[in-house]
């Protein structure tokens, strides 16, 4: 079993939709979840964190966390052409020592397309 | 302010020769992390270093070296360059290390071609 798992892709949604990302995690002991979008060509842009089970909104984006399922989630409102990208699901695990010295662990990554 | 930088932005390398690849974090970010994404993967944790000090290495051979200097830029060393290392180097700064709740911000990384 991978660590960081994602919804298959590519992802096609209409312009004005919800597009819905998901992304489960093999390991309870994570602390930190996090979105990131990268645009084809480009660097990962941090777009969402959350640690705290439930929902955290920004915007048109909506990061949920339910840590009894091993599962986080991304919501998109009012999807635009734009927001057509690569995102990414990362989770902060613990090292051996049990503190967390910055490893983030990607899952592959979904392909979203927002189609006019 | 400046977001990360990294440089050089494209590097072609021949099978053998070696890389060094050069990340400078957002100012006041003392945390640096070297991460390795193949095309069509996610990025791969390969070093931490904290205080110029390893906090935490990947599954990488011993081919792959970091530090850290005392202006908390970094370098990212390579030897003995194969054709699976070619793929896109990205450098994430973070301004603190141990909790839980920091965020990781990526420069644009260095795209390696070894031929």
């Known amino acids: 079993q991978k660590e960081v798992e994602q919804n298959s892709g590519p992802l096609s949604v209409p312009e004005g939709a919800i597009a819905s990302l998901n992304c489960t995690y093999s390991?309870?002991?994570?602390?930190?979840f996090f979105w990131y979008r990268q645009y084809s060509g480009k660097s990962p842009e941090l777009i969402m964190f959350?640690?705290?089970?439930g929902d955290k909104e920004d915007g048109r984006f909506t990061a949920q966390l339910n840590k009894a399922s091993q599962y986080v989630s991304l919501l998109i409102r009012d999807s635009q052409p734009s927001d057509s990208a690569t995102y990414l699901c990362?989770?902060?695990?613990?090292?051996?020592?049990?503190?967390?010295?910055?490893?983030?662990?990607f899952g592959q990554g979904t392909i979203l397309t927002v189609h006019p | 302010d400046a977001g990360v930088t990294q440089s050089p932005t494209h590097l072609i390398k021949t099978r053998g020769q070696h890389v060094t690849l050069r990340c400078s974090p957002i100012?006041?970010?003392?945390?640096v992390s070297w991460y390795q994404q193949v095309l069509g993967q996610g990025p791969q944790f390969i070093f931490q270093?904290?205080?110029?000090?390893?906090?935490g290495r990947g599954n990488f051979p011993d081919r792959f070296s970091a530090r850290q200097f005392p202006n908390y830029s970094s370098e990212l060393n390579v030897n003995a360059l194969l054709l699976g290392d070619s793929a896109l180097y990205l450098c994430?700064?973070?301004?603190?290390?141990?909790?839980?709740?920091?965020?990781?911000?990526f420069g644009p990384g260095t795209r390696l071609t070894v031929t």
């Open positions: 990362a989770v902060k695990v613990p090292n051996a020592g049990g503190t967390s010295y910055g490893k983030l662990t």
């Open positions: 100012s006041g970010h003392k945390s």
């Open positions: 390991d309870r002991g994570s602390q930190s």
């Open positions: 270093y904290y205080e110029k000090e390893e906090r």
């Open positions: 994430a700064s973070s301004p603190t290390s141990g909790r839980a709740d920091y965020e990781q911000y």
């Open positions: 959350i640690y705290s089970n």
